[in-house]
């Protein structure tokens, strides 16, 4: 009986625990990290970021197109050193979301 339980307990830990981990999702359908709009002018700094970044290469949050002006579609980063829209630290653990560089069809995975 204790076993059985146990084993119950267990499969519901790891049953809410992935459901958490899904609903988790980094960035929304609309191209959003908490409340951020992913698309604009991008500074980076190395403290106290708007958004830790890991650059990846498969299974990205958002696809992200470098431009050198207008900005306007998510996923399209124009790098500026000042009159950023947000800031980002580039990590290799612990990423607030994995982003991928592309060279066309930029935006939300």
């Given at each position: ?43 980076i700094v190395e403290h106290f970021a708007d958004i830790k970044v890991k650059a990846v290469d498969s299974f990205p949050d958002l696809r ?46």
């Amino acid at each position: 009986m204790r076993c059985r339980i146990a084993s119950l307990i267990c499969f519901v830990m790891v049953m809410l625990y992935g459901t958490v981990a899904m609903a988790a999702s980094t960035v929304n359908a609309d191209g959003y990290y908490k409340g951020i709009k992913l698309c604009g002018k991008v500074k980076i700094v190395e403290h106290f970021a708007d958004i830790k970044v890991k650059a990846v290469d498969s299974f990205p949050d958002l696809r992200v197109k470098v431009v050198s002006s207008f900005p306007d579609d998510i996923g399209e980063w124009q790098f500026v050193e000042y009159g950023e829209d947000f800031t980002v630290q580039f990590v290799e653990s612990f990423p607030d979301i994995k982003i991928k560089f592309v060279n066309s069809f930029p935006g939300v995975e």
